[in-house]
């Protein structure tokens, strides 16, 4: 990813103009193109787009709305805050009693409130119109001044624009405050973007290395699956590179040219799950930020929402990720205006998700809803004649990381029997650390990876016993040392996960496994 992010922004003059002051606030962090027009059919944005290559797009009120509907790329939408109207409308005071005041009426974050209070608490006259196209703006404004006369009147850019030509003096709605918070939200936005640019690009390099049938029908199916909207659930073991499919998928795919947009469903606390996914609007909570924030399921219009270890989400989250999936609209938190969402849905799990319906811990509506095409990741131990190629592969990537020469073919002749005979409990994850961990070694020493016994010194697990051959007592010692911490802290979960170094989710699992092999003992803690 490069240092700045790229954004470009499309509206009027006055929106131009107070764009502008606040570039060099952020001129070590964006590139921030402006370009001066009203959204229409009559422009080709597509190759406004293609010409400037932003990560992301910013304009205003009907602006905003059009370009979402028309780019492959986000498009941030600028707010306009109860405090903008009312420091707008104190300007508009010093010129006239009488105000007319035109927003466009998909415009989140107003208070319908706040028009029927101002009467009450000042003196001036707000005549409020809304629109919902430029065109429209254009007629209610040309109807008010002539049955109307305004005095002044105030608005987003556009609304200016034709005040002006009509000799009548206009006020911009939009604050410099609101502005700042805005160009926050898109380089966040323009941020993400790039970097799931960049993952796609990593996956363009790291094209499936196959050499077993097994992997080949997975090729198959990612190439067949990838097409269209439909959702894809990935099930496989941790380390079986359930993130490179989706890569694949969104590199693939329909919506390759948006933005590929990750979320780890079992790191987002339960009170922070709505405002992640669906955003908010300003005001929404103590702590929000200013202007608020586009959620991660906003930021992924256009590309693929990628749900990792969906699995652990708690079955209360379940119901509003369903929600927002079935009806393809996330409503941000203290907003009243719900926001359309288009993009391809990855889900991937290493639990298996059909059994844990059967036990109530999973919401068989969303499974289904998750699961119209499915992929099983078969582990590594399953197949073996993919190992040296995957192996051979991340020597070359290493050996040019650190700087390395490395005798490839002599190191392979090496490893390959002993990776032949390993389990490889932890599957491609575990493959790319012992190659990492070679070639490092390989920089102190030429020579000193010839040999067998320095490989088992650098490669210590490759020597202990299979895994499958200690699962049964190892989970006896996990199980005592959870009853025992248990215990130990009153049945305080939280406590007890942090004192074994776990999270409270695996904890619940391992809780919930000793429950099915001993409920009376599961019970007692």
Known sequence: MSDRVRILVIGYRKFSELINVLLPEFEHEADI????????????????VERHNPDTVVSAGSNAAYLSSTLNVPVVLQPVTDTDVIEALGKARRVASRVHMFT????????????????????????????????EAKEAFLIAMAAESPEVIVGPSHICRLAEQSGCPAILVYS??????????????????????????GGRDKSFIIHSPQMERVAALVRNYAGGRAAVLLEGESGTGKEHIAREIHRLGDFADGPLVAINCGSIPNELFESELFGYAEGAFTSSRRGGRIGLMQQANGGLLFLDEIGELPLQQQVKLLRAL??????????EREVAIDFKLVAATNRDLSRAVLL???????YYRLNVFNLRLPPLRDRLEDVSAIARYYLIHYAAEYAVTVDIDQLMAVVEPLFARYSWPGNIRELQNFVERLVVNCRESTHILLSESSVFEILPELSRPSPTATTGALKELEASAIIAAMEKFGGDKQRVANHLGMSVTTLWRRLKRMEEKDPEEAARH
């Open 176 to 201: 410099r405050e609101s502005a700042r918070a805005m160009l926050r939200t898109a380089i966040d936005t323009a941020a993400n973007a790039q970097q799931g640019r960049a993952a796609a690009e």
């Open 326 to 335: 079935q009806e393809r609209r996330v409503r941000p938190v203290g907003s």
């Open 360 to 366: 109530g811990e999973f919401r068989d509506d969303l």
């Open 33 to 48: 193109t402006i370009i001066e027009s009203v959204a229409s059919e009559n422009t080709d944005y597509a190759k406004l």
């Open 104 to 135: 466009y009426a998909g415009q989140p974050g107003l208070s319908k409130r706040l028009f029927s209070s101002l009467p009450e608490v000042s003196d001036i006259e707000v005549i409020h119109r809304s629109y919902g196209t430029a065109d």
